[in-house]
């Protein structure tokens, strides 16, 4: 296991990766730093596991269905942290090539500062980051390449669903996020869990999230850095994309119903198998 504390280290596991996805554009995408916030305690899903741990319909665990996905479009070799703190050993022992940032209040507080341990001990340069609880299609990533090579901080959205209880924002008149909460009113769309913040925006992103409160999500560190710093993030639009924030336990049916549609369209079943 390795660590961005730091703590220990391990080979690379060396199981097969799946084939990397197909592009939707002719733009390669930048490998930035990917951070997985995992330390929450998932009471709403009601398992005994950490929520990132959670088995899917094809053996998976979410959180290894996120890693293949990152390791399809960006290579075996990015670097990725997660952030942990219930349960953290287990984490640990399921993924023990990644880097580790440990939450220790992790009862306590709520996703700015999980995601602020994870940019304090990160190195220069910018930070995709996600909800370790997001099962999505890996094209959400490659569909990302041309604001990664511009390391432009984006958001990536929603704009099908507009749900009172999901983080919704809008835009000011450049087309940038200016209000991103759950308490947003007139939404444009929903804010999916899956973030970038550029090697320039970071510092400036790390003083707001300080100052967040224990219980508050990373939006509002990004929100207040927007209001009074003038940070510029981009909604990307991944609408056409499947991904599913698991909450709930319809949400991880949900979740095993998008793969169970990946799988058919991969992999047909041959005529007279049924």
Request: aromatic share 6%.
């Amino acid at each position: 296991m390795r660590t961005a504390d730091p703590i220990l280290t391990a080979d690379r596991d060396r199981r097969a990766r799946p084939a990397p996805a197909s592009r939707s554009s002719d733009v390669v995408p930048a490998v930035p730093q990917v951070v997985i916030l995992a330390a929450g305690m998932g009471t709403r899903l009601g398992r005994k596991l950490p929520k990132p741990l959670t088995p899917l319909m094809d053996g998976r665990s979410i959180m290894q269905q996120q890693l293949d996905g990152v390791r399809a479009v960006f290579g075996d070799a990015v670097s990725v942290t997660a952030v942990v703190g219930y349960r953290a050993k287990a984490v640990m022992r399921a993924q023990p090539d990644l880097l580790f940032a440990f939450n220790p209040d992790f009862a306590s507080t709520n996703t700015s500062q999980s995601l602020l341990r994870a940019l304090r001990s990160s190195p220069a340069g910018g930070v995709l980051w996600m909800n370790g609880d997001v099962v999505f299609d890996p094209a959400v990533l490659d569909h990302a390449a041309s604001l990664l090579q511009a390391d432009q901080s984006f958001v990536c959205v929603d704009t099908s669903t507009v749900a009172d209880e999901e983080v919704k924002y809008t835009l000011d008149a450049d087309g940038c996020i200016d209000a991103l909460s759950k308490t947003v009113v007139g939404g444009l769309g929903e804010a999916v869990g899956i973030n970038y913040v550029s090697s320039v925006d970071k510092p400036v992103l790390v003083e707001h999230l300080a100052a967040c409160a224990a219980q508050d999500y990373f939006e509002r560190g990004m929100e207040t850095a927007i209001l009074a710093a003038g940070l510029r993030f981009r909604p990307l639009d991944i609408s056409r994309f499947p991904a599913v924030e698991v909450d709930f336990e319809a949400d991880l049916e949900r979740a095993n119903a998008m793969l169970s549609s990946s799988r058919a369209r991969l992999h047909p079943v041959p005529d007279g198998a049924l």
